[in-house]
């Protein structure tokens, strides 16, 4: 059974937009902290965001800060990221995930999905 599906990745031309999705099947959700995780091409993967699933914290990478922004339907458990004024350092393979805050960083959970693409261009 597929856990968690993520969509909305494609090509886009620096400095566009993109609204990533990720439907998270019930039988795995924590109710907790639920994030964004990127791979890019020779690099590890890293955190890119996250929201507080019941509450209203959300967190961000200083990378992203200012320019995605996480968000969530609880009813029909879907994650959003809408990322604005991309750059090409943001092309990677977008994963969603639990996430759980560390002294050292965000970790992800143990149910990865199988990712969607984002290539920004220029």
């Known amino acids: 059974q597929v856990q968690r599906v993520e969509s909305g990745g494609g090509l886009v031309q620096a400095g566009g937009s993109l609204k990533l999705s990720c439907v998270i099947s019930?039988?795995?959700?924590?109710?907790?902290?639920e994030g964004w995780f990127r791979q890019a091409p020779g690099k590890e993967r890293e955190f890119v965001a996250a929201?507080?699933?019941?509450?209203?914290?959300?967190y961000y990478s200083d990378s992203v800060k200012g320019r995605f922004s996480i968000s969530k339907d609880i009813d029909n458990n879907t994650l959003y990221l809408q990322m604005t004024s991309l750059k090409t350092e943001d092309t990677a393979v977008y994963y969603c995930?639990?996430?759980?805050?560390?002294?050292?960083?965000?970790?992800?959970?143990?149910?990865w999905g199988q990712g969607t693409q984002v290539t920004v261009s220029s």
């Open positions: 995930n639990s996430a759980h805050r560390t002294v050292t960083g965000w970790i992800a959970g143990d149910y």
């Open positions: 019930t039988s795995i959700i924590t109710g907790n902290i």
């Open positions: 929201v507080t699933w019941s509450g209203s914290g959300s």
